[in-house]
């Protein structure tokens, strides 16, 4: 793993972990189903993306929101990394 993705990763599951689950996220992995489980829903998916803009400096296109790409922190995390590059 690279370090521009750990960190990533990082970020992203402090934030679900902070905003979402309420300091509840002990358990929250790169892999987790986040959609499965009912952690990300369209309201919260547009407040992680707005973070990621603010945070990262990442716009991630429309087009590149699917729920393959935000089923896991690991899905979301390349697709942040394929948008920045």
């Known amino acids: 793993m690279t370090d521009a993705r750990a960190t990533l990763i990082e970020s ?3 934030w679900v972990t902070d905003e ?3 300091g509840e996220g002990d358990d929250l992995r790169a ?3 986040l959609l499965e489980l009912g952690v990300l ?3 919260e998916v547009a ?3 707005a ?3 603010r945070e990262h400096g990442v716009r991630v296109p429309l087009a590149s929101i ?3 790409n935000i ?3 690991a899905a979301i995390t390349d697709m942040v990394l394929a948008a920045r590059a």
């Open 41 to 43: 829903n369209s309201i």
């Open 66 to 68: 699917r729920p393959a």
């Open 12 to 14: 992203l599951t402090r």
């Open 47 to 49: 407040r992680l993306f």
């Open 51 to 53: 973070f990621i803009e």
């Open 71 to 73: 089923a896991t922190l």
């Open 31 to 33: 892999d987790t189903p």
């Open 20 to 22: 979402i689950l309420e």
